[in-house]
């Protein structure tokens, strides 16, 4: 019988796995360096480091950046070839967009360069309108020649039509004609991925799910296949952009859901437990050797936005409006910066210090891995100062004289001692990543000293304290196991589809009746997709509505029509200063979401705290404005009830805590480590 529960997850500096036992009810963990150009290796590799037979293996579930690394050009990644066919006339309306113009004052800003070039994008006479109605028929003979022409110089072809998502008879008929005429290219039209209008947001998000499909596709088969030699016949999950689950099957068909499942799992890791913690606002801070995220977790439950810019230039923690490639897709709402371990700090044109945003990444790694590289990064600062070892996960040694000479070449030129350089690096960082926390909270209406921060990845209890107290954030917590949560998040996540309809009818003319039919068949086809009928199923309904003329609209539950009317109002209100309940109201889309909740392992929680006073492991020197001969601590042998005065260090096998001069830190029930200004008498 089956007895294991596996999560992976890919970063892009580390691969991270996290197994659970059914019958020891124990977690373990595993943490390897990820292997960019080869990904099965590194989730291969994580799996030889664990004592577990994939034979005994019941379900894997895989979150990875790959896709979004392919698309940033990494090496060793063949691009497939696209084409798109498209209505007469709309030739160039990916290149067009939206006219946004990111940059108003750089005379020489230009456009992102649209995924299809225009010589592979095809014409063919047809015409629905925004009725549904056809003004002109499908040119079956024009469609024909342009599949003739085409068979051989595509892997991929797209077909994307003008208000498809009204009536997609013409796309269908379409796809059927070029499979007839080109039985072995891949054809996807526009309303199998995205069938919500605004043409320009339609063409792109179905032209960047042909562009990672043919990747997706080889590497899910190499990484099943190279399981199913190995003994595994389990079932094997792929985290979404939207916190949920899916089937390979799922993921190979629509993969550009799977964008950011990497994130997505950590804020999963973060609501479950919150759940158990009973903390209801909490500001999720995850940072790893790449980059450092943030988002809110409000009533232990993840924000979720519906649209992303992938490719996009992002400005202190902001993606810039119209400077990437749109993708309508429900994701949770992160706001991600260059500032993870392997951050580079350099010094600029002017004779200033800057980190980022260029990382290390992986290979070569920081300085202080000794694998060649000079250029000194946040975790090199954060070595020299004594905030960190000398070992990392998986017995890496790392070399503090490396470091230290890297970090002394900016100090020679900076006409600096050492130790303001190293400090200085984590302040710029902190600074960095201080921005992501304000947009997730301040800038979002949320007050920060109402929250709890969960911090985590490799890094993130380096610098959670440090981070909190700029915004005034009174309670820290750290979970077990921080280092490898996100992976954690995989073995708590739920199923999930999600479906949409577009309506576009005012509220007058559409009653509860017409609204509920439309859902019961989103329902229905979402229940399809389910990977099993024996789960417990959670349905949520939710309407985009929208004051008629507005090209934007919000989200709210549905409720009936009255009710949902009244929350519209409300938001509007709420997110604008100003709500009009005289104007009319459009029904734009109608959303629907399926969860079909999977089984959890369960987390041990010690039942009673007895406070006491740990001894330390030793004592080494590290760096707060001054040098401190500092306790260190080594979490696997702290019990519940375990307090602990700063300043100090908490070490463990995947992460590092740092507990400043003027804190507190208690091992709490369940081994989470909650950090508290210290009170002063």
């Not at 801070?285 to 232990?300: E, P, R, V, W």
């Not at 800057?354 to 202080?368: H, L, W």
């Not at 992501?436 to 990845?457: H, K, Q």
């Not at 109608?590 to 030793?618: A, H, Q, S």
Request: charged share 25%; with cysteine; proline share 4%.
């Amino acid at each position: 019988m089956a007895r294991y529960r596996v999560g992976v997850d890919i970063g892009g500096t580390f691969t991270d796995l996290v197994y659970f036992d059914e019958e020891s009810k124990t977690f373990s963990v595993i943490k390897v360096s990820t292997t960019p150009k080869k990904p099965v290796e590194g989730v291969l590799n994580a799996i030889e480091n664990t004592k577990i037979d994939l034979r005994d293996v019941e379900v894997l579930i895989h979150a990875t950046t790959l896709g979004t690394n392919m698309f940033l050009g990494q090496e060793g990644l063949k691009l497939p070839k696209l084409a798109l066919i498209t209505t007469k006339g709309f030739r160039d309306i990916i290149e067009i967009g939206r006219q946004n113009r990111p940059e108003l004052y750089n005379l020489f800003f230009e456009k992102p360069k649209p995924i299809v070039l225009r010589r592979d994008r095809y014409e063919v006479t047809e015409r629905i309108n925004a009725k549904g109605e056809i003004l002109i028929p499908l040119n079956e003979r024009e469609l024909r020649e342009i599949a003739k022409s085409i068979c051989k110089k595509y892997e991929v072809v797209v077909v994307a039509f003008l208000h498809s998502y009204k009536n997609p008879i013409h796309e269908f008929k379409a796809k059927e004609i070029i499979k007839e005429v080109c039985p072995e290219i891949d054809v996807i039209t526009s309303y199998e991925v995205d069938p919500e209008y605004k043409e320009f947001e339609r063409f792109s998000t179905t032209v960047f799910n042909a562009f990672l499909k043919p990747m997706m596709s080889k590497y899910l088969e190499d990484l099943l296949n190279a399981l199913t030699n190995k003994g595994f016949n389990g079932k094997l999950f792929i985290m979404q952009s939207n916190g949920g689950v899916s089937t390979v099957e799922n993921a190979i068909k629509k993969p550009v859901a799977f964008i950011e499942s990497g994130p997505a799992s950590g804020a999963v890791a973060v609501a479950y437990y919150s759940r158990i913690t009973g903390d209801k606002r909490i500001i999720s801070f995850d940072m790893g050797g790449t980059t450092a995220k943030a988002s809110t977790i409000i009533n232990h439950e993840p924000l979720i936005t519906t649209e992303y810019e992938v490719g996009g230039k992002i400005h202190y923690g902001r993606i810039v409006k119209g400077s990437g490639y749109p993708v309508r897709f429900p994701f949770i709402d992160l706001v991600e910066v260059s500032a993870g371990g392997g951050t580079v700090a350099w010094i600029d044109e002017g004779g200033a210090l800057r980190v980022g945003p260029t990382s290390v990444g992986a290979d070569p790694g920081p300085v202080c891995y000794g694998k060649g590289n000079t250029k000194p990064t946040i975790t090199d600062a954060n070595l020299v100062l004594g905030r960190l070892g000398d070992k990392l996960s998986g017995g890496l040694k790392l070399r503090k004289d490396l470091a230290r000479d890297a970090i002394a070449k900016l100090a020679d030129e900076l006409g600096m001692e050492i130790e303001e350089v190293a400090s200085g690096i984590i302040k710029l960082a902190n600074m960095t990543m201080s921005k992501a926390l304000r947009i997730v909270t301040i800038e979002s209406g949320y007050d920060p000293r109402d929250f709890t921060m969960f911090a985590f990845g490799g890094a993130g209890g380096l610098h959670a304290v440090e981070l909190a107290e700029g915004l005034n954030v009174k309670s820290i917590l750290i979970p077990l196991h921080a280092g490898v949560f996100s992976a954690f998040g995989l073995l708590f996540s739920d199923y999930r589809v999600d479906k949409v309809k577009s309506v576009m009818r005012l509220a007058d003319d559409i009653d509860d009746y017409k609204i509920e039919g439309i859902f019961s068949d989103l329902v229905n086809l979402a229940i399809k997709e389910l990977y099993t009928k024996e789960i417990d199923i959670k349905i949520i309904k939710l309407v985009d509505l929208r004051y008629r003329g507005q090209a934007y609209e919000i989200t709210v539950p549905w409720n009936g029509i009255e009710e949902s009317l009244k929350a519209f109002h409300e938001k509007h209100e709420a997110l604008y200063g100003f709500s009009s309940a005289k104007e009319e109201v459009e029904v734009v889309n109608l959303r629907v979401t399926v969860i079909g909740v999977m089984p959890k392992p369960k987390i041990e929680c010690e039942k009673k705290l007895i406070e006491y006073t740990p001894k330390p492991d030793y004592y080494r020197d590290v760096y707060f404005n001054e040098w401190i001969n500092t306790p260190v601590y080594s979490r696997k042998k702290l019990r519940a009830g375990a307090k602990i005065e700063g300043g100090a260090i908490i070490e463990d096998y995947d992460s590092t805590i740092v507990i400043p001069p003027d804190y507190i830190a208690i091992v709490d029930n369940y081994r989470n480590i909650r950090i508290w200004v210290k009170e002063v008498d």
